[in-house]
């Protein structure tokens, strides 16, 4: 989803954005707007210029009016909306409390922004005059004023971080950027400290440079400090304290540290700390802030040694406010307290009795000659006082040098000239007490002076800004204090003029004195009043101790006890040459030798500070001003809490009403043309989206649409000036209601705008894939293509030289051949061993195919027998010695072949029992029916056959008629025709037997196998051709005689010869 920000400006500061639920959040009133989007945003931003005021003072309607000034301060007070501009002029009140509005992504927020196009914050201001010294390449300096409290230090501080965060740096200007920052907790531990209106009351003006080279990084810094308030060494009002540092080292410093400074962990003991009664204060932690400045120091590059010898200074200045004297009779003061000496002496390295001589003395020049004069008591306690105040100020001073010399910009390659600066000055601002002395006098008399500048620098800017654009000038009426300060400055008859004459003046020359001489002098200035010069009434609220001075802000009346005293800072002679002898390196730096022998007298402080006043002026003269006006809402260092009547005295003697009144002059508001255009253009057609034209016709059309009349604007060369707020907020309300379309505008838009990116994304990376995906299919195709090509190539190279010896072009040729014959093998081999078929080999296989043929045939072979059963083997081996005995020798065996041999022709209910009981224990194996043919007359007679395991045997029904054992059986002998005859031929020595035994059998084949196999008389039988010859007993033979005819007939021939004629069935 896009961001969706709406932004109020410059009447309140709604700036909305989705929070992470969705809900919309207004950052700066911290409230969170309903989830109802746009028309909650919409109501919330018309209304909010009701609720939290304008942003800028100059879009006041009632500019003039002081009421409606401070309601709209308090209405953007109460929504923590501390900060308010007057134009550039940026107005703050101190919300003293934390505010989320200082973190990184604030500071982001602001960086590189128009000033204008969001809230009013110290961070516009910081990066505006950023922005500006980096574009127009001019000094910049950010004058921060306001009373004591008021959240001057603050706002700097807040400034110099803005810089260290956003400003480019690299690792020097790290370096640069931390001792920057570090140099801050320094100087509050020694220049600030807690008085009744501020716990961290800066005590000095600080005036710092922060120099930013061509890149803008920033790469060193130059402080200049102004009038420390040196008086609080030695005295604080009650609820005051002295600077932070001494609280630190006491409550913060380690143990042995204490001992070695001869320092006790107690404020109490110190003279110097216990004057305001105030040694605790809840906001401040001495011990923690002890730990900070002490890490400060060493980041600004203080050595160990350094260290040492500046807590030595500040731990002399404690011990020598418990020197205590006492009175001689003659009046003379000595010292009571003889280890307070020693310490002293020990730590700022002089000798104790030279130290001591010069606290109890003082050295005049009389008639050319040098004597020691002592002191009573009086005299000793203010010169002992006179010194803690010169040493610690003295110190400071040297410290701000130190400070400079770290933060001096290194690089000796670009001089100065090619580094740009920023100047900000966190100075005391306006001050009224109920007593006022030299100090306030001082202080009130820089913000004059600042005073001044500012309205100087504001008129001529503002009058230079109509020159520029061509508008008319139209004088305005302002107070202008010059008066003030010349009445303070001026030579002669300036009032620091008349402070130094009475000091320098011989004689008896007292504050009183100097009151009269003021009187006399300037007691006719419409702003200077004493008691003698007053209106009764005004006399009962002074002094007669007391001059009025009516300043800008307001009338102050300042008490003149301890003016001359404090301008003349006087420091005996002797005690500056004790100093000068110092062991301390810091004190050395300090008290300087030159000194003592220059004659001149030392300027006043009120002439030292003028000059540094005059100096500053001219620096802040040299830059481009941006202003923070710092204000309290009230004394007690509440938050929350809004004292009209202190914001009344503030608003006032800060002068905002007299600059406001000077902004708002001429016109209300202006703006560049580009920003306006660019700001409105959504409310007229002709300028939506975008004018292609000059812009001040743009700008010019824009406002005709709008309905301005003309004396409500001005067109200038480069901007518009509106008169009116009304005006603008009427065109504000306008693009309040504009942007709700607009958003849904621009939604649908973005919306559009996303969806069709991301379906060309989609179609894009879709076409990519498929691209990419039919290059892969391609380029395979392309490869198998090729490859095809080759084989094919190769093939026929190979077919080319098939007939060679192998060599490279016909190997592929050959393997093939080799391997598809195998193949081919591989995918007919012959099933069965009856299946002859065998591919026919390559000629180089022709060898390797026979071997394959025969162990294939082989492995059938064995498969086959390995698979086959006892009967079909027991039928087969017969089948065998058939074939051995009658293959192609008897021409009915080939018909016998194809018919399986049964076990026996008869089973035993074919056969008569008696035989079978004859034949007993002897096994039976094979039984045929046979017809027998006697031996004389070859008469055929029906006789069974029986085979058993010793002998054939004859049955004729039950009888057994003959029975030749296997041993008394000489052959079998039959013809090689197609008969059925068989002759028994049997031993003739067996007189039992009647000779040899002709039969016939059917199954002739089948029989004459069995009876070999049971006689083991295989090779006995025997085939014959023409005739068989038999013996017939007792000598006698009989002869059987075959031929071929037509037909099967047996019968006994005329020549007494059985004659069998017998079909051919098998031709040869
Ligand atoms: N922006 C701020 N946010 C929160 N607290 C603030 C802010 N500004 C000032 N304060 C509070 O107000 C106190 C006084 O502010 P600061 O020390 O800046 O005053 P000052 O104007 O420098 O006074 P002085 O003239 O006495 O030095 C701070 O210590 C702090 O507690
Ligand atoms: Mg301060």
Not at 505 to 509: E, F, L, N, S
Not at 680 to 683: F, G, I, P, Q
């Given at each position: 989803m896009m961001e969706l920000k709406i932004q109020l400006v410059p009447t309140g500061e709604i700036i909305l954005s989705p929070g992470m639920n969705g809900e919309s959040y207004c950052h700066s009133c911290s409230k969170a707007v309903g989830s109802d989007g746009v028309r909650v945003m919409m109501e919330s931003a018309l209304t909010a210029r009701d609720r939290?005021?304008?942003?800028?003072?100059?879009?006041?309607?009632?500019?003039?009016?002081e009421v409606a000034f401070i309601e709209n301060l308090r209405k953007r007070f109460k929504e923590n909306l501390i900060y308010t501009y007057i134009g550039s002029v940026l107005v703050s009140v101190n919300p003293y409390k934390d505010l989320e509005i200082y973190t990184k992504q604030h500071m982001e927020r602001y960086?590189?922004?128009?000033?204008?196009?969001?809230?009013?914050?110290i961070y516009a201001v910081s990066d505006n005059a950023y922005r500006s010294m980096r574009t127009e390449r001019r000094d910049q300096c950010i004058l921060i004023s306001g009373e004591?409290?008021?959240g001057k230090t603050e706002a700097s501080k807040k400034v110099l971080q803005y810089y260290a965060v956003t400003c480019p740096a690299s690792d020097q200007v790290q370096t640069v950027k931390d001792r920057l920052l570090q140099s801050n907790p320094v100087l509050e531990a020694f220049g600030n400290a807690k008085t009744l209106r501020n716990d961290?009351?800066?005590r000095f003006g600080k005036y710092m440079d922060i120099q930013f080279d061509f890149k803008g990084a920033p790469v060193g810094g130059h402080i200049l400090n102004y009038l420390?308030?040196?008086?609080r060494v030695v005295h604080q009002s009650h609820g005051e304290r002295n600077f932070h540092i001494f609280y630190q080292l006491i409550e913060g410093g380690e143990e042995d540290l204490l001992r070695r400074l001869g320092?006790?962990?107690?404020?109490?003991?110190?003279q110097y700390l216990i004057?305001?009664?105030?040694?605790?204060?809840?906001?401040?932690n001495d011990r923690s802030d002890w730990k900070a400045v002490r890490k400060a120091l060493t980041v600004i590059g203080f050595s160990e040694d350094e260290v040492e010898e500046l807590l030595n200074i500040i731990a002399s200045v404690l011990h020598l406010g418990n020197v205590q004297f006492g009175g001689e009779d003659s009046g003379n003061a000595y010292i009571t307290t003889d280890t307070q000496i020693k310490y002293l002496a020990r730590l700022i390295g002089v000798d104790s009795s030279v130290l001591k001589e010069a606290l109890t003395h003082k050295k005049i020049t009389a008639k050319g000659e040098e004597l020691m004069s002592p002191l009573n008591q009086e005299q000793a306690s203010s010169a002992r006082d006179a010194l803690s105040k010169a040493i610690y100020g003295r110190t400071f001073t040297w410290l701000v040098n130190k400070i400079n010399d770290s933060l001096a910009?290194?690089?000796?390659?670009?001089?100065?000239?090619?580094t740009s600066v920023i100047g900000l000055l966190d100075i005391y601002g306006f001050e009224v007490f109920q007593n006022n002395s030299f100090e306030q006098f001082c202080i009130n008399y820089c913000n004059e002076k600042l005073q001044q500048l500012f309205i100087e620098l504001t008129l001529k800017s503002e009058q230079e800004e109509y020159e520029a654009e061509g508008i008319t000038w139209e004088p305005v009426q302002y107070f202008n204090n010059k008066i003030i300060c010349d009445l303070v400055?001026?030579?002669?008859?300036g009032i620091i003029s008349i402070l130094d004459e009475e000091c320098l003046?011989?004689?008896?020359?007292s504050d009183i004195t100097f009151l009269q001489k003021l009187e006399d002098t300037v007691?006719?200035?419409?702003h200077f009043l004493t008691h003698k010069l007053a209106d009764g009434k005004t006399r009962k609220v002074m002094g007669r101790d007391e001059f009025r001075l009516l300043h800008y802000a307001g009338e102050v009346n300042y008490n003149v006890n301890g003016f001359l005293d404090k301008n003349n800072d006087l420091l005996f002679r002797n005690l500056k040459e004790v100093m000068c002898m110092s062991e301390n390196k810091i004190l050395t730096q300090c008290f300087d030798r030159e000194e003592l022998t220059d004659k001149k007298r030392p300027e006043t402080t009120a002439t030292q500070f003028k000059t540094s006043l005059t100096k500053l002026m001219e620096i802040l003269m040299s830059k481009e001003p941006s202003y923070v006006r710092c204000m309290k809402?009230?004394?007690?260092?509440?938050?929350?809490?809004?004292d009209e009547v202190l914001i009344r005295h503030q608003v006032k003697y800060l002068g905002l009403m007299e600059n406001l009144r000077v902004r708002r002059a001429g016109f209300a508001y202006r703006r560049r043309y580009e920003i306006f255009l660019q700001r409105?253009?959504?409310?007229c057609p002709d300028t939506?989206?975008?004018?292609?034209?000059?812009l001040v016709d743009g700008v010019s059309t824009l406002v005709k649409h709008l309905g301005?009349?003309?004396?409500?604007y001005k067109l200038g060369r480069s901007k518009i000036f509106i008169r009116f707020p009304k005006t603008l907020f009427a065109t504000e309300d306008a693009l309040e209601v504009r942007k709700h379309s607009l958003a849904t505008q621009l939604q649908s838009s973005w919306k559009g705008y996303s969806q069709k990116s991301k379906y060309r994304k989609l179609r894009h990376s879709a076409i990519l894939i498929q691209a990419w995906w039919r290059g892969i299919l391609a380029r395979r195709r392309a490869q198998r293509r090729r490859q095809a090509a080759d084989t094919i190539r190769r093939f026929i190279k190979g077919f080319m030289y098939r007939?060679?010896?192998?060599?490279p072009e016909n190997e592929y040729f050959l393997d093939y051949v080799r391997y598809s014959f195998l193949m081919k093998l591989h995918r007919n081999l012959?099933?069965?061993?009856?299946?002859?078929s065998w591919p026919t080999p390559p000629p180089a296989l022709t060898e390797a195919s026979e071997h394959l043929r025969k162990l294939c045939m082989q492995n059938m072979v064995w498969k086959y027998c390995k698979n086959i059963s006892p009967e079909w083997k027991h039928q087969m081996e017969q089948k065998c010695v058939a074939s051995e005995i009658f293959k192609d020798k008897k021409d009915n065996y080939p018909q016998s072949v194809p018919k399986l041999f049964v076990g026996?022709?008869?089973?035993g209910e074919d056969i008569n029992p008696k035989v079978l009981q004859t034949l007993g224990?002897?096994?039976?194996k094979y039984a045929v029916p046979v017809i027998k043919y006697d031996r004389k007359g070859y008469k055929a007679r029906a006789r069974q056959l029986l085979l058993t395991s010793n002998s054939v045997v004859i049955v004729e029904d039950a009888k057994l008629k003959q029975r030749i054992d296997y041993s008394a059986l000489k052959g079998i002998s039959v013809s090689?025709?197609?008969?059925g005859m068989f002759v028994l031929h049997v031993l003739c020595?067996?007189?039992k037997q009647k000779g040899d035994v002709v039969l016939q059998s059917d199954h002739v084949i089948e029989t004459l196998t069995k009876a070999a196999i049971c006689a083991e008389k295989i090779n006995n039988i025997n085939i014959n051709q023409g005739s068989i010859t038999f013996t017939v007993g007792q000598g006698k033979e009989g002869i059987i005689d075959f031929i071929s005819g037509s037909e099967l007939l047996i019968a006994k021939a005329k020549n007494g010869h059985l004659s069998v004629t017998a079909p051919r069935l098998n031709s040869r």
């Open positions: 939290v005021g304008v942003q800028d003072f100059v879009l006041l309607e009632n500019h003039t009016s960086r590189g922004v128009n000033f204008y196009e969001v809230s009013p914050h004591s409290g008021a961290n009351s800066s420390l308030e040196k008086s320092l006790e962990r107690n404020t109490q003991q110190y004057k305001g009664n105030c040694p605790k204060v809840s906001s401040i910009y290194q690089d000796d390659a670009y001089s100065s000239k090619n400055e001026e030579k002669f008859k003046r011989p004689g008896d020359a007691g006719g200035h419409a809402p009230n004394d007690a260092k509440q938050a929350g809490r809004f409105y253009k959504s409310l939506w989206p975008n004018w292609d034209g000059r301005y009349k003309p004396e409500e007939h060679q010896p192998r060599c012959p099933k069965t061993v009856l299946d002859k026996t022709r008869l089973n224990s002897e096994k039976m090689s025709l197609s008969d020595e067996d007189n």
